[in-house]
Structures are given as structure tokens and as C-alpha cells.
T-cell receptor, first 114, second 110 residues
């Protein structure tokens, strides 16, 4: 299984809602990532988990809260988002963290904040 | 610091060749290349490592010039399926994370 899955595919939420994005991989990878991608822009790193521990937080606002319940799962909890947070949220995984291993991306969750 | 890609966009006919460049102002330990089709996730193409090692699984070649802090991706005899946006990723923050270039949009016409 060489797939990263993400749910939901699409999400529309109001600024007062609380929602969660889910990511799963069964490749035995020990690093997992959250990226944010705006239209016609490259993916921007938000968080990195390595061996289930948060290793990088790119100064992301606290309205985004990551969680890694186990080595296969990664969640992103959303609360009190702003319209400018609307974007494609990509999850990725790699065998190890760092820059020497390829990253496998999931299909993304397209988020719209009203 | 974000690597710089050139060109920003290129339009080719099927069968023509393309070269996409990626330059960094920092020393490079590795360069990653990904392709993203419209509405889809980025897909890994190739990783080039300091010392000449390459890892990839597509019929695409690339070069890595550590001294010039540059990498080039070579797409020969392009096919319609090569269309998409190509991103290079280079190390940042003590080689702990990747930073992606702004992308090169490749359009292949029949």
C-alpha cells in the first residue's frame, strides 16, 4: 500500500465552526507533514511530526492544532478559522524526516471558510 | 529561503524537449522534484543527493550541480501526460525541511 489518504475531500465551514481533517498512511513511514497550498502557489509547510512527536511548527496560528494519535494517523483540528485560511490542505509522509527521503502526498482536502 | 525556478511557464508540442531549472542561494544537500496536475496532489519524480546519488521512478533525468547550487530537470520527447506544474524542493532550516520553488507550468499540446 503506497497511498496516503485524506478525508474529507471537500469541507465548507463557518468561522465559528470546529472541524478536523484526517490523514492516514500504512507504509510504515515515521514522518508526516501538513502543507497548505493556495491556488497557483507551491505547498507551504505547516507542521512536521517525526516518530509521533511534533518536530516542526512553522509559526502556524493556534486556530490550527495538529495531532498524531499513532504512527499511521495525522489529524488537523480547525477552530475559528478566517476566510483567508481557505486553501488546499495536503498531508504527506516519508520514511524518515529530513530532506533525503521522497514525500508521498495525499489528494488533499479543499477547505472553504465562509 | 525559496529556490528560484525558471522558466515560470513553457508551452511545447508533443515530442519536444524541455529543461526546467532550480537555483538556490544556499548550499544544497539534496534537490527534490515533484509534478502536480491540476486539482491533484504533487507526485514525486526524483531526488538528487549530494555525491551524485539519484532516486527516481520516472523516465525523466536531472542534473545536480552542487557548486553552482543548481539542478535541472530534463524532459525529453515530451508526452501529453507530462503537462502539469513542476516544483523543485530544496533543504532549509538545517536540512530539516523542504522549501518549494514557485513552480514551472508545463503545457504539452498535441
Amino acid at each position: 500500500d503506497t497511498e496516503v489518504t485524506q478525508t474529507p475531500k471537500h469541507l465548507v465551514m463557518g468561522m465559528t465552526n470546529k472541524k478536523s481533517l484526517k490523514c492516514e498512511q500504512h507504509m510504515g513511514h515515521r514522518a508526516m507533514y501538513w502543507y497548505k497550498q493556495k491556488a497557483k502557489k507551491p505547498p507551504e509547510l505547516m507542521f512536521v511530526y517525526s516518530y509521533e512527536k511534533l518536530s516542526i511548527n512553522e509559526s502556524v496560528p493556534s486556530r490550527f492544532s495538529p495531532e498524531c494519535p499513532n504512527s499511521s494517523l495525522l489529524n488537523l483540528h480547525l477552530h475559528a478559522l478566517q476566510p483567508e485560511d481557505s486553501a488546499l490542505y495536503l498531508c504527506a509522509s516519508s520514511q524518515e524526516g529530513g530532506v533525503f527521503n521522497e514525500q508521498f502526498f495525499g489528494p488533499g482536502t479543499r477547505l472553504t471558510v465562509l | 529561503q525559496q529556490p528560484v525556478q525558471s522558466p515560470q511557464a513553457v508551452i511545447l508540442r508533443e515530442g519536444e524537449d524541455a529543461v526546467i531549472n532550480c537555483s538556490s542561494s544556499k548550499a544544497l544537500y539534496s534537490v527534490h522534484w515533484y509534478r502536480q496536475k491540476h486539482g491533484e496532489a504533487p507526485v514525486f519524480l526524483m531526488i538528487l543527493l549530494k555525491g551524485g546519488e539519484q532516486k527516481g521512478h520516472e523516465k525523466i533525468s536531472a542534473s545536480f550541480n552542487e557548486k553552482k547550487q543548481q539542478s535541472s530537470l530534463y524532459l525529453t520527447a515530451s508526452q501529453l501526460s507530462y503537462s502539469g506544474t513542476y516544483f523543485c524542493g530544496t533543504p532549509d532550516q538545517g536540512a530539516q525541511k523542504l522549501v518549494f520553488g514557485q513552480g514551472t507550468r508545463l503545457t504539452i499540446n498535441p
